[in-house]
């Protein structure tokens, strides 16, 4: 079929929603339904069986439940210690900041790859099964070693928690800039102790109490938060998935000349991107840093919102930004321009856990496609068909068509230099 012809169809992709609106927590037996029904559908598409990889795995879910709890109680420990030292004795404060700085290290260390369980996930966290379904379309001019290679990911499992996402983020956030605010007002406490500036222990005593109090808010509402699978994940992220099978259908018939694509649903997502991570274990051996690239589609539209548009991580951090995928951003933004389709990159202050960590964590340039608005609804029951908006997903659509054959023509701009 010649490119031009090909229509992304408004009911089709819709159908593609509807069929996933259900919950399906990883390591359920709602999650081996979607599994299942995902393999029809990219059979339905009209790839062969031996074309769609299934691929199982077990992980351990600590690292996404009580790891926060772990540490959200250790955080909540180490403040009010903290606050009581800060009457006794300057070196003894800084004894236990330096004390919990190396707790925290280590933590987060072992976060780096949590698919490999290790002590903490095999001993304190409970294992569960899930699987991942992908195809790929090999270059039709290059062999697959030559050739590089396009992801296009969405996630299949779904979750509801405690707090919506919106609430949660927010939640982070508090607890980050009090973290912030605290580490300042213990700063101009050590300088003052030791006679480096003067300042009057008033400012500081009340900045420190009020960042104590601020975190330990923080602190305790992320304790209370659970994971149930409640919500039909409509939004997060059935229409991920139905962007991944619309644009399989065009490059099944239309395969790049310098490209690989690869069509990805990933599992376990919500249970610490566990599906892509494992993924990307498989295949680093396959990928060449600078000849791989991923566009993960996660939580796209929300019907009704004035802010219901594509969007785009474009940078994270706090100071200083640091850009995400600026060489993708590029493309996105001049096939934007080409086909007339509004985008908007957006900051994010702390980044987000999805499916692109994996692929950031290797330095390959990956790119998350989302809509904001839709954190009010997700990790909800009101995550349902209702929020969706199938414009905006055939939009996307056609923008990222647009965008890997811009990247498929200036493959040796891209990937030999």
């Given amino acids: 079929m010649e490119i031009d012809k090909f229509i992304f169809k408004k009911e089709r992709i819709y159908n593609y929603v509807k069929k996933f609106c259900f919950p399906r927590l990883a390591g359920t037996a709602n999650e081996k339904k979607a599994v299942k029904l995902t393999i029809d559908t990219f059979k339905e598409i009209g790839f062969p069986g031996s074309q769609i990889n299934k691929r199982e795995f077990e992980f351990s879910d600590f690292y996404s439940t009580s790891l926060i709890k772990l540490v959200m109680v250790l955080n909540l420990i180490f403040n009010l210690v903290l606050l009581l030292l800060f009457y006794i004795h300057v070196f003894l404060t800084i004894a236990v900041i330096a004390i919990m700085a190396l707790i925290v290290s280590l933590i987060f260390k072992g976060l780096r790859y949590p698919e490999k369980r290790g002590f903490w996930g095999e001993y304190f966290g409970n294992i569960y099964s899930a699987t991942n379904v992908s195809v790929k379309i090999p270059s039709k001019e290059l062999s697959e070693e030559q050739a590089g290679n396009i992801i296009i990911s969405a996630h299949l499992d779904s979750k509801s928690q405690t707090y919506k996402t919106f609430w949660r983020i927010n939640f982070y956030r508090l607890w980050l800039y009090s973290g912030l605010f605290q580490a300042f007002f213990y700063i101009i406490f050590v300088l003052n102790v030791f006679s480096l500036i003067k300042v009057d222990p008033r400012f500081i005593l009340y900045g420190s109490w009020i960042s104590v109090i601020l975190i330990s808010l923080s602190n305790i509402l992320l304790m209370f938060l659970n994971t149930h699978n409640k919500s039909p994940g409509a939004l997060d992220n059935a229409t991920g998935m139905s962007i991944v099978f619309e644009l399989s259908s065009f490059f099944r018939e239309n395969p790049l000349n310098n490209f690989n694509i690869w069509f990805c649903q990933f599992s376990a997502e919500e249970l610490g991107t566990m599906g892509s991570r494992i993924f990307v274990d498989d295949h680093e051996s396959e990928f060449v840093k600078g000849r791989i690239f991923q566009f993960n589609f996660d939580i796209v539209s929300c019907a009704n919102h004035r802010l219901n548009q594509i969007e785009y991580f474009k940078s994270y951090g706090i100071f200083p930004r640091k850009k995400i995928a600026p060489l993708l951003s590029k493309y996105i933004n001049l096939a934007a321009d080409k086909d007339n389709i509004e985008i908007k990159g957006f900051h994010l202050s702390t ?67």
Avoid: W
Avoid at 375 to 381: F, I, K
Avoid at 395 to 413: G, P, R
């Fill in 351 to 417: 980044g987000a856990h999805t499916d692109s960590v994996p692929f950031h964590l290797r330095d390959y340039d990956a790119i998350d496609i989302t809509t904001r608005a839709g954190a009010l609804y997700t990790h909800s029951e009101d995550d349902s068909l209702d929020k969706v908006d199938p414009k905006i997903l055939i939009q996307t659509c056609k923008l990222f068509k647009k965008v890997i054959l811009l990247m498929d023509k200036d493959y040796y701009n891209l990937c030999d230099n």
